[in-house]
């Protein structure tokens, strides 16, 4: 099965949620700003034009308008009044802070495509705004199932520079995929950093800092993380000991295992099993 990054290491991926409201502003209203994080506008009344990288889009209500950190851009409204709710917010991965650039392109996004998450964000919107009991948590929830379904969005056609046709992705990512393949394929056998540049075509070093650059973790690490995913999903499938998982991803003995797995899963793999 092929998985993505955020399939592989969305336990480890972090949203802070740093500020969201509401606005509405009256016919002529303008405004030229650059976010420093990531903002999500959610058309509630009337429409919005915006203009960012030269291009210009109109935003009408139940639209989705995705903003990345540091890009310039103008929005208004010209015949009549407009409103929008809008989430500004942090989303890494290990250290790559930027890591939604790589799946989510700064714009419109319609209606259509997100229309149920859209509507369960504004009745969670609307608790918080009344003071409802844990609100601000089902706030949180629903954001997160809005950005889980941005991620399943491809990148569109037009965005050529960072896209890769066949495959989907950006073309960072995509020059990443034989090193990431071949992870997958043999995650239970020894993986050397040089290997892996050798499959991307680059040098050891300038592979070692392409990928932690773009993966947010160094090869090792990352590699390390999927056998723990890997590890866990044996164990609730059930029908393998310990000794056994061990062996299979790799590890020379079970203690070297269980030791590791619990330090990322807090739980030896033993008491993990049984809870399961």
């Known amino acids: 099965m092929k998985r993505s990054i955020l399939d592989e290491l969305g336990d480890y991926a972090e949203l802070k949620l740093n ?3 509401y606005a509405s502003h009256e016919a002529s209203w303008m405004e030229r700003k650059r976010h420093p994080d990531y903002d999500v506008w959610m058309i509630t009344d009337g429409e919005v034009i915006l203009n960012f990288a030269g291009s210009e889009a109109v935003a009408r209500e139940g639209d989705l308008v995705f903003f990345h950190p540091g890009i310039a851009y103008s929005a208004r409204c010209e015949q009549s009044s407009c409103s929008h709710l809008f989430i500004h917010f942090d989303f890494s991965l290990g250290e790559r802070y930027n890591i939604l650039h790589e799946y989510v392109s700064m714009g419109v996004i319609p209606k259509g495509l997100v229309q149920e998450e859209v509507g369960m964000l504004r009745q969670a919107f609307q608790a918080y705004r009344e003071s409802r009991p844990m609100a601000s948590l089902l706030l949180r929830g629903y ?9 399943a969005i491809p990148l569109p056609d037009h965005d050529e520079e960072r896209r890769n046709p066949e ?5 960072a990512l995509s020059r990443l995929q034989p090193a990431l393949r071949y992870i997958e394929e043999h995650v239970g056998k020894p993986i050397s950093a040089d290997l892996l540049a ?13 990928f932690k650059a773009n993966i947010g973790f160094t090869p090792q690490h990352y ?7 890997r590890a866990r999903e044996l164990l609730l499938e059930g029908g393998a000991s310990v000794k056994e998982i061990a062996y299979k991803l790799g590890y020379p003995d079970p203690y070297t295992f269980s030791k590791q797995f619990k330090r990322f899963h807090n739980v030896s793999p033993s008491r993990f099993s049984e809870h399961t």
Not at 143 to 151: C, N
Not at 167 to 171: A, F, N, Q, T, Y
Not at 198 to 210: A, C, H, L, R, V
Request: hydrophobic residues 40%; charged residues 25%.
């Open 19 to 21: 500020n969201y409201g």
């Open 143 to 151: 954001f997160l199932a809005l950005i889980a379904r941005l991620l």
């Open 167 to 171: 495959e989907g992705l950006s073309r």
């Open 198 to 210: 050798e499959k991307t075509d680059m040098s050891p070093k300038y592979f070692y800092t392409f």
């Open 223 to 229: 590699i390390t993380r999927i056998r723990m995913n």
